[in-house]
């Protein structure tokens, strides 16, 4: 049983956006990366319902937008570098979050720790029991989530 409790994960993905709670979520997985000498994989989605009919159509904003998180994440993996994480990647994906994490992520990330924050910073996903729950819900992995 002891060997359950000392688990030592080795590939820690972590999905993060601008909410406070992603913030808390983002800093426990760096001090929990470097303690278990593990890869952190760092994810963000691009929410394709946060774009208007146009902008989904138009792949000139659809690649800006992509650079420009491209550029957020690599911010990210410094803060984890220095925080002493050996092995940072990072992966982004297009949709509904705690789906396309739990479809699409965990599987190329080949993860084996899904550490999230209880709430998002958009519309009415602002309170637990939508993405989080999600995720908590049908990730084939173990799921942590910060508050």
Do not use: C, W
């Amino acid at each position: 049983m002891s060997e359950d409790v000392d688990k030592v994960f080795k590939r820690i993905l972590v999905g993060v956006d601008d909410s406070a709670d992603a913030q808390l979520a983002f800093k426990y997985a760096v001090r929990r990366a470097a303690k278990d000498d593990a890869t952190l994989i760092i994810t963000s989605i691009l929410e394709s319902d946060d774009m208007n009919v146009y902008q989904a159509l138009t792949k000139d904003y659809v690649h800006g937008e992509h650079d420009e998180l491209v550029e957020h994440l690599k911010q990210y993996q410094k803060v984890a570098e220095e925080g002493g994480v050996k092995n940072v990647e990072f992966i982004i994906d297009e949709g509904d979050p705690g789906e396309t994490i739990v479809k699409n992520v965990i599987s190329e990330a080949n993860a084996d720790l899904l550490i999230i924050g209880s709430l998002s910073k958009k519309g009415i996903r602002k309170y637990f029991g939508s993405q989080a729950a999600y995720m908590a819900k049908y990730s084939p992995i173990s799921v942590m989530i910060i508050r």
